[in-house]
C-alpha cells in the first residue's frame, strides 16, 4: 500500500535522487522510463528541486512503500490547469500500478484542492511508450509542442531535435 506526503526542504535530495535514477543513467535501464539513450546528465537536481518545493503554486508529492520512496510527481498551478511533472517511479518498482496510483492522487487532488479541471504535461516526443500510456489514462495530445530546454540542468541531449510534445486531460 502507498502512503502519500507532500514534499519538504528536508526531502528535496532524495527527490532529486530517485528523478534522476527513474530517467537517467545505467540504473534507470532498470525500469521502461529510461532516457538514457537519449539524453545524458541528470534530470534534475537538489537545488532546483528545492526551488519547486517553495515555488508559490507548486508542489511535490512522495509516494511511500513503508520507509522507501518509490515515486514523485511535481504540480504546478498555472492559470486554469495544473501541470503535472517530474512524474517517477523508482526502475526497480515499475510495473506494478505505482505510477497508475499517483496520476489517481494528482487527479484526486486537483479537483479537492482546487477549480482546475484541466490537467497538463510534457512528454518528449520520442518517448512513444511513454506517450502511450499517458494516452491509455485519458492524456491527450494538444497538438502543442517545445523545443526541449537548452540547459544542462535537464540533461544533455545525445540525439538531435528533441521536442515535447504538450498533453492534456479533462478532469
Known sequence: MLRFSTAAALDAAAVAALVNTAYR????RRGWTTEAD????????VELVDALIHTEGSRIE???????????????????EI??????????CQGRGIGKAVLARVESLAL??????RLTMAVITRR??????YGRRGYLSSDRYSAFPQDPR???????DLRLVWLEKRI
Not at 501541470?83 to 526497480?92: D, I, K, N, T, Y
Not at 535537464?154 to 538531435?160: A, D, H
Request: include cysteine; glycine fraction near 12%; hydrophobic fraction near 40%.
Open 25 to 28: 543513467g545505467d540504473t534507470s
Open 38 to 45: 537519449l539524453l545524458g546528465g541528470q534530470r534534475t537536481d
Open 62 to 80: 512522495l509516494a511511500w512503500q513503508g520507509d522507501r520512496l518509490v515515486a514523485c510527481v511535481h504540480l504546478q498551478r498555472a492559470a486554469d
Open 83 to 92: 501541470r503535472v511533472g517530474m512524474l517517477s517511479v523508482h526502475p526497480e
Open 112 to 117: 479537492a484542492e482546487t477549480d482546475a479541471r
Open 128 to 133: 512513444q511508450e511513454l506517450l502511450a500510456y
Open 154 to 160: 535537464y540533461g544533455v541531449p545525445r540525439v538531435g
